[in-house]
């Protein structure tokens, strides 16, 4: 059971729009910026989003991030077959004292 | 070039143990927090350990707390893992990560090291 709550799957068509969610508590998300990871199946993870609505260096602007509370959304627009992938949220937990990750979302474009 | 590099990986039985390195190579390895994380076969990601820049402030995730131990050398540019009393459930594979920002933004990730720990 993660820290974080992600869905386990969502699908879109290609062209259209998805949002991945990610919910936590007051002491991780509440406190601290959140960060998104693509993970296409056999390769590394790889960083998209950092400080909740900031694109790594080399993101497309079709990926975008966004925090309210407790809660992070990472949002795709105009998918492509190339964007199916596992995507995880991640951040720092103050009573843990510990980095938590969401249990990961599997991106289907059909 | 930014670039991480893991090696140390490999079968162990249940009860040994591993040192995992992370060679980093395009920046001043001493400037950053580095972390481990690692992913089960066909599982998620899981958060490890962290250490400061200096090395002395260390973070640990409960399920290795008080058997695995992260070090850095920052003369030689290098991160370790020491992972004693291994169990079947540390099997993974294992990256390191520069925290390249804050929230666990770990950029870039190494190709990561599998560790195999089976009787």
């Known amino acids: 059971q993660s820290v974080l709550t992600q869905p386990p799957s969502v699908s879109a068509a290609p062209g259209q729009k998805v949002t991945i969610s990610c919910s936590g508590s007051i002491s991780n998300i509440g406190k601290y910026d959140v960060s998104w990871y693509q993970q296409i199946p056999g390769t590394v993870p790889k960083l998209l989003i950092y400080g909740n609505d900031k694109r790594s260096s080399g993101i497309p602007d079709r990926f975008s991030g966004s925090k309210s509370g407790t809660s992070a959304t990472l949002g795709i627009t105009g998918l492509q077959t190339g964007d199916e992938a596992d995507y995880y949220c991640g951040t720092w937990d103050t009573s843990l004292l510990a980095g938590v990750f969401g249990g990961g979302t599997k991106l289907t474009v059909l | 070039e930014v670039q991480l590099v893991e090696s140390g990986g490999g079968s162990v039985q249940p009860g040994g143990s591993l040192r995992l390195s992370c060679a980093a190579y395009g920046f001043t390895f001493g400037d950053y927090w580095m972390t481990w994380v690692r992913q089960a076969p066909g599982k998620g990601l899981e958060w490890v350990a962290n250490?400061?820049?200096?090395?002395?402030?260390?973070y640990y995730v409960d399920s290795v707390k008080g058997r695995f131990t992260i070090s850095r050398d920052n003369t030689k540019d290098s991160l370790y893992l020491q992972m004693n009393a291994l169990r079947v459930e540390d099997t993974a594979v294992y990256y390191c990560a520069r925290n390249r920002w804050a929230g666990l933004g770990l950029d870039p990730w190494g190709q990561g090291t599998l560790v195999t720990v089976s009787s």
């Open positions: 250490i400061k820049q200096e090395g002395f402030d260390k």
